[in-house]
């Protein structure tokens, strides 16, 4: 566990025998602003090592709501794996627009790496997430350098994406209330044309999108993907989360994506813990 | 469960099968300020019913904090009990300096009813949670009739003397953190001080003399009090709490007080979902 004197620890707060901590840094990915995130940390034996499950965050979301909100320290507790929550966009980088709107900027990086260039500087969450994160935490902590990834909304985008982009990064990946093909959404459309110079870029970062053209490479995937759904949620019938195109592009792929639509859950953290226990199996089994 | 057309519904979200329900009122209790509270209602079989177990929320908190952080839900879902969450003081009442400070005022009504003309219209809190709240609620929801209560800090107190000024009325009473004796610590000090007319109406708001006078008075009381303390929490140190006065208190009665002392915990949401699983298990098996 190498010392990282750029990771400074603002907050440690014992629970259930571990720790939650949240650190800051300096991101070179981001432009060399500083970006926050909360780490569970378990309770481990001298020289002991653990698996690291990450959760990106919709829409509005901090670092804090996941860790503080999901009812999933028990059961990371249990299975000693640490649990990584980072933020959800670069924060205070002076960019055109990145404050007129909950969904586009602040709170809303959408896990790409920007092209146009009033944000390319800054607003590079994708490299964030997948690349200098994980290895900040890999250098600082006992990780075991197995990692797996869920999110919601937004981030289960994110969590898709960074999981069908990068084979062997991620033992799995699963999702809550996923935006699964934001190419056709507004949500996606906004930020997707906001961020990228050209909608060329945007299938790229498109878990539907990239399902199909992974087919039509005639290329293959073996996975297991969980999605679970709340049919109680507006977003849905808003036609911003499209669960039924995924679904549909994996069809004859070697994609197993168990998607459940459960009955009368919102889009809500309530709707997050009560299907917390599930993912944090799901991914503990799969980084078995 | 009659229809109470004053209480209004203001949301209401799934959760492990139950609900999480936001209602709104008119308290007069709290001089015709409208009040909210949480109510996490489990399924249950038509005709089902189920006890009640209220949480009195802490210092600058309101009827969220618990019931969206503390991880209960898991356990009150499983053994089918009813959660209610309070405020911690009425809202708008436009009382004297009532949003100076975080510890006196709006988010800080130390569960007494005040006496001081300047509050005593609306800072009725006692009255409000051990009458006013426990009778809509039974009024309202398929409820037992079994009660019985805890709390964090200030409601830790307030969940004290509810169970002791109220011989039958709840199962037990347990607190993460209470301020065990508010006559004697500063907090306590400046809301007795400016709640209550005279300093002799203070220690009837307090759990160590309460149970001093009852020593005094020849009288006894069967209970069993289940408190967690962590070991790192500044406000131990700061002697705003002072759980070791009700232990002296408590020596020589039939009041079996648990007080466990939990090594490296501090005052916050992470030390109450720690220990929330033994916190239900201990109520519920009260109210059995």
Redesign the interface.
């Known amino acids: 566990m190498a010392e990282n004197k750029a990771l400074s620890k603002v907050k440690s ?5 571990g720790y ?1 901590e949240k650190y800051i840094h300096t991101s070179s990915t981001l432009g060399g602003l500083k970006a926050s995130f909360n780490l569970f940390i378990p309770h481990l034996a001298d020289g002991e090592k653990a698996n690291v499950l990450m959760f990106l965050s919709g829409l509005t979301c901090t670092e804090e709501n996941f860790i ?2 999901a ?1 999933a ?2 059961h990371a507790a249990e299975h000693k794996i640490f649990l990584l929550c980072p933020d959800t966009s670069p924060r205070g980088a002076g960019c055109p627009e990145e404050d007129e709107n909950w969904d586009f900027g602040t709170g809303a990086g959408f896990y790409v790496n920007a092209t146009n260039q009033r944000y390319s500087k800054f607003y590079n969450m994708y490299d964030y997430v997948n690349k200098e994160l994980i290895a900040l935490v890999n250098d600082n902590f006992p990780t075991s350098g197995k990692i797996s990834v869920f999110g919601h909304s937004m981030g289960g985008h994110g969590a898709l994406i960074s999981y069908l982009k990068n084979p062997g990064l991620y033992a799995t990946a699963s999702a809550y209330a996923p935006i699964c093909n934001p190419c056709l959404c507004p949500w996606g459309e906004k930020c997707f044309g906001g961020f990228l110079d050209s909608k060329e870029e945007w299938a790229a970062y498109d878990a539907t999108e990239l399902v199909n053209a992974m087919k039509k490479e005639g290329k293959d995937m073996t996975a297991n993907i969980l999605i679970d759904q ?1 049919s ?1 949620d507006g977003f849905l019938e808003k036609k911003q989360l499209l669960p039924e195109n995924l679904i549909e592009a994996c069809k004859g792929t070697s994609i197993t994506l168990n998607y459940r639509l459960a009955d ?3 889009h ?4 997050i ?2 299907f917390i226990k599930d993912h944090i199996e799901h991914h503990v089994n799969a980084m078995k």
């Open positions: 707060q014992k629970v259930l025998g939650v503080t909100k009812g320290i028990p709340g109680a009368g859950y919102d809500s953290y309530y709707f813990q009560t």
